[in-house]
């Protein structure tokens, strides 16, 4: 509903280069920007990509382990309420390198020769840029870093870097001052709660020490009770040590040589990270030192090649690739590198929404930790699949401290947002209301047990997660004998914040279901499989056979709000009842509404932050009817802000499902540089994960239609126009697969393993290693009339451009009137106006022609045209009528359709008087008391509502891309008339109403 931004763009997409993210200028203005960009990390340690000699400023580097615990005030504190809230604090920075050249400091700057890489194969930063003197002498500097996955000793996190400075031109003493630098603050939080609640304190630095062996910090929090220990080590070519520095809030050790023109030094640098949540241990030192033992007995390109190992593993078995589009090929690329950088793999730390790039939301990790992120590693690298949902194991036990706050008596509940396990949220109405999060685990833990086949991780862990959590469902709902029974939950809150405390959310039911159905599951397989297990869980639980019986009812029970009259579900039991955002549409940077409207403003609307409803049919779609998707997909897609970063790739999936190609398309392309191009205006704080996840979620289950359903891998591929070809790596159930879709089918390839049954289109086939299997690509297009009320009830028809021609007389009118006032209109203008009513399109005009007039002037120019406008019509005879018109309307009477116009003319009814068909209609739509103008649906269901005829069940038939909007949001099939590329969002598209074969549009 909201325009992006573009921000100050990186090389062309014309420049894309398939593996890199390439720069090769220094720009000051995005260096926040960029900073997350060239981020590295590897699950623990993040290091900011700023440049070695520069000024730390907002650069930094981050532990998933070190936060600040610090009070939450309120006024008025209720039971429950949390007490504390986690804040990821910046640790030691080791990164820094200072150039002197002499006494003199050398900084970058913007106009100096400048090239960056981020290698996304290898893991590896690379950079080449040049430092000038006072005196304009050069020196090119070669900084190259990776942050390793492992660092050789358990336990300890390590930056590698390599720095080399030769002469270009420079004759004289050449020094770097390589330092670990402390005192970095969290960051402010502004009127931005996407950056956090509340600001900290930095760490405290107890001790530093610096000599020509090393150097190292131990700094400590206030009180969260972590410790951490930075140490620094060298290797050095060319380079004597020539002092340690020892400043308040930095230890360094500087090293000099003389340099001529065409000579070159090098240092490699190595820091290694030790923490731990014991304030008193002592250990931490030797365990960095040891690990500063071994990375400078290999050196850098020892290190680097071991990472590059690794990474070589993952692609091996997750390769993209599209053909025909390199900018999108590279996204990708990207974008899944920085999930597998920043996911947690320790088993240990939690994956935060920002990674490890930045500072948004404070390091917490939510919901879409297991909803967005889990599911990509699930299918790419199960290992870090396995270690997220282990992480979460470890915070099980604050789970059921949470669940007592919230007065339940038994279970466990996982808390909106946190890090070290209790809720971080202030606001309980969007943040631990939203009961889904126990859900969205149970959603992973199910996808990775499917994907891996894992039965010890059943049995040791995730068993235990989904019994306690599946235990909180009876308690927040019941089965309620208003509903006949069926299982309710009650005053919790969905995915889309914008709506909170509900009964009865659709998401929240329908992931109950499948949570209560995986957690009977689990406990009928250890049942089978390890009856001593389920004894000893079951024992120290305290769980009884009754309750799993309860979670059986609840699921068979569950109820799902479907509204009859739309042919939607229900978002909740009160959504469709309230009206829709009355507030006008804003333009220019995309600003969420929750930083300008109070919350209750937004309770009160039927307006989304996301996706709700499509994302629960998405993750839980199967055995729903491909309609009722259909009609529920637009019917939301019109009322969602899109607010969200997690929000259009789950809607770009639906759209490929239900056939919405264009829609998929650009669903897909409005997240894949949501970073690169800073489309939201907060890269700054650190990558998007879960949009990032949601791009490779957008590719496999969007455009190859990837579902996992009952343990079994199902596709359904189509191929966007733009593309060429795509194709994905996977792996499932121990084995490597490889899909390839291009124009003449989809190729299906076993890499290694046994042979795998899957589901093409919804038919099963058996696949083997070195046999390929092809198959016809989806049908990117159901035939039309399939999508259509079967039977149909109604037809509500727009007037100008389906019935009869007036857009000229329109346009005549407001030319006529535009003229004489001296407001620039013609027929480029013109076409905006259409399906638009009088007064909004004279607010087109008057912004077109910028120009400003009082509410008065404004009515009265109106006015004018309308009276030019009737004039017209006078003239206006049944011969005015479009051909076919009269047989359409004739066949649906003898049909039995009920005939109704939404025409955004006020002058309807007379025109219908002139054309001689005004007594077939059984209504005609007043536009003058219509609220709101096409695109909103506000006509077309009072149109349906006065002929007594379901939405579901009417068709409505426009020209403008306005009303075909219109008529979908309304929750009716459309059919345009017109040109198919302007009215794509249409189930059909004629090319004149005669084409319109009312028989086989609404036959049963």
Not at 397 to 409: G, T
Not at 414 to 438: L, M, Q
Not at 492 to 519: I, K, S
Not at 622 to 648: C, N, P, W
Request: glycine share 8%.
């Amino acid at each position: 509903m909201t325009q992006s931004r573009p921000a100050a763009p990186l090389p062309s997409s014309d420049d894309a280069q398939p593996w890199a993210l390439r720069q090769d200028r220094y720009d000051l203005a995005r260096r926040r920007r960029d900073e997350t960009l060239f981020a590295l990390a590897n699950g623990s340690l993040g290091v900011r990509g700023g440049l070695e000699e520069a000024d730390g400023g907002s650069d930094g580097s981050f532990l998933a382990a070190v936060y600040e615990q610090h009070p939450i005030h309120y006024h008025e504190r209720f039971t429950g309420f949390p007490r504390h809230t986690d804040t990821r604090l910046p640790v030691a920075d080791g990164q820094r390198i200072a150039v002197f050249a002499g006494a003199q400091r050398l900084l970058p700057a913007p106009a100096d020769a400048f090239e960056r890489e981020l290698d996304l194969r290898q893991g590896r930063l690379s950079r080449r840029s040049v430092l000038r003197t006072g005196a304009g002498a050069r020196i090119e500097i070669l900084a190259e870093r990776v942050v390793p996955f492992d660092s050789g000793v358990p336990g300890v996190d390590l930056l590698a870097i390599r720095y080399r400075a030769r002469s270009l031109d420079y004759s004289g003493a050449l020094s770097l001052s390589s330092a670990i630098e402390c005192g970095h603050a969290a960051a402010e939080q502004g009127d931005d709660p996407r950056i956090g609640v509340a600001s900290a304190e930095g760490l405290q630095l107890l001790a530093r020490q610096a000599d020509e062996r090393g150097a190292h910090v131990v700094q400590a929090t206030r009180r969260s009770g972590v410790r951490v220990v930075c140490s620094q080590g060298h290797r050095i070519d060319g380079l004597q040590f020539v002092a340690a520095d020892l400043g308040a809030e930095r230890v360094a050790q500087r090293y000099e040589a003389q340099l001529r023109p065409g000579e070159s030094v090098a240092l490699e640098k190595f820091v290694a990270y030790v923490t731990d949540r014991n304030p008193h241990a002592t250990d931490l030192p030797a365990s960095a030192a040891q690990a500063l033992q071994r990375a400078q007995a290999e050196g850098f390109d020892a290190i680097a090649a071991r990472q590059a190992q690794a990474l070589a593993r993952f692609w091996d078995g997750a390769e993209l690739s599209i053909a025909g589009d390199p900018a999108s090929e590279q996204a990708l690329r990207f974008n899944l590198f920085h999930l597998l950088q920043s996911a947690g793999r320790n088993g240990i730390d939690g994956t935060a929404a920002k990674g490890l790039t930045g500072e948004g939301y404070e390091g917490h990790y939510f919901w879409d930790t297991e909803a967005f992120m889990l599911p990509v590693m699930a299918y790419t690298a199960p290992e870090v699949a396995r270690a997220m949902l282990h992480a979460r194991y470890l915070a099980l036990e604050p789970a059921r401290k949470h669940a007592r706050e919230m007065n339940h008596s038994r279970g466990a509940l996982f808390p909106w947002r946190t890090i070290t396990g209790g809720e971080c949220s202030a606001h309980y109405p969007s943040g631990s209301a939203a009961y889904h999060i126990n859900a969205a685990v149970a959603y992973g833990i199910g996808l990775y047990l499917d994907a891996s086949g894992d039965s010890d991780f059943l049995a040791e862990f995730g068993a235990e997660m989904l019994f306690e959590t599946a235990r909180i469902w009876p308690q927040v709902g019941h089965f309620n004998p208003r509903r006949g029974g069926a299982f309710c939950i009650h005053d919790v809150t969905g995915p889309d914040e914008y709506t909170a405390l509900v009964d009865n959310n659709f998401y929240t039911n329908r992931m109950a279901q499948r949570h209560l159905q995986r957690a009977v599951a689990a406990w009928e397989q250890l049942e089978r499989e390890r009856p001593q297990r389920l004894q000893e869980l079951a024992q120290r639980l305290q769980l009884e056979t009754h309750e799993v019986d309860t979670w059986r009812r609840a699921a068979e029970s569950m109820f799902l709000h479907y509204d009859q009259a739309l042919g939607i579900y229900a978002q909740d039991d009160t959504f469709l009842d309230k009206p829709r955002w009355p507030f006008p549409e804003r333009e220019g940077e995309h600003r969420p509404l929750l930083l300008d409207y109070h919350p209750l403003t937004l309770y009160r609307y039927q307006v989304c932050k996301q996706a709700d409803v499509v994302m629960g049919l998405v993750l839980a779609g199967d055995g729903i009817a491909a309609e009722v998707k259909r009609r529920s997909y637009d019917y939301y897609a019109a009322v969602t802000t899109h607010d969200s970063t997690l929000s259009a790739s789950v809607f770009g999936i639906l759209a490929s499902e239900v056939g919405h190609a264009e829609q998929a398309e650009r669903f897909f392309h409005d997240n894949l540089r949501v970073d690169l191009d800073d489309l939201h205006g907060n890269t700054d704080h650190g990558v998007h994960m879960a949009a990032l996840a949601g791009t490779w979620l957008g590719l496999a289950s969007g455009f190859a239609g990837l579902r996992a359903i009952d343990g079994v891998l199902h596709f359904a591929p189509t191929l966007p126009q733009r593309w060429h070809g795509f194709g994905f790596g996977l792996r499932w159930q121990g084995r490597r697969l490889r899909i390839e879709v291009r124009r003449d089918g989809v190729e299906y390839s076993l890499l290694d393993g046994a042979p795998l049954t899957l589901a093409h289109t919804g038919h099963y086939v058996e696949l083997s290693q070195g046999q390929p299997l092809r198959r016809a690509l989806a049908a990117a297009e159901v035939d039309a009339r399939e999508r259509f009320p079967r039977p149909a009830q109604a037809l509500i028809f727009d007037l100008d451009g389906v019935l009869t021609d007036t857009a000229q007389t329109h346009y005549r009118a407001w030319k006529r009137m535009a003229d004489e006032e001296g407001l620039a209109f013609d027929q480029h203008v013109n076409e905006r106006l259409k399906g638009v009513d009088r007064m909004s399109s004279l607010e087109i005009i008057l912004r077109h022609a910028g120009r400003t007039l009082s509410a008065e002037q404004k009515l009265a120019l109106a006015e004018r045209k309308n009276g030019y406008y009737v004039e017209a019509i006078a003239e206006v005879t049944p011969a005015d009528l479009f051909p076919g018109v009269a047989r359409v309307l004739e066949r649906a009477r003898a049909r039995g359709l009920k005939l109704g116009l939404a025409s955004a003319s006020r002058n309807a009814a007379a025109l219908l008087d002139r054309l001689g068909i005004a007594e077939r209609f059984d209504y005609i739509a007043d536009a003058a008391r219509i609220a709101r103008a096409k695109p909103a649906p506000d006509i077309f269901l009072d149109v349906a509502a006065a002929l007594g005829v379901a939405p579901a069940q009417c068709i409505g038939i426009e020209d403008a891309a306005a009303g075909v909007a219109a008529i979908k949001s309304a929750g009716m099939a459309a059919v345009g008339i017109g040109d198919a590329r302007t009215l794509a969002q249409a189930d059909a598209c004629l090319p004149q109403i005669a084409a319109f074969d009312v028989d086989a549009f609404v036959s049963p």
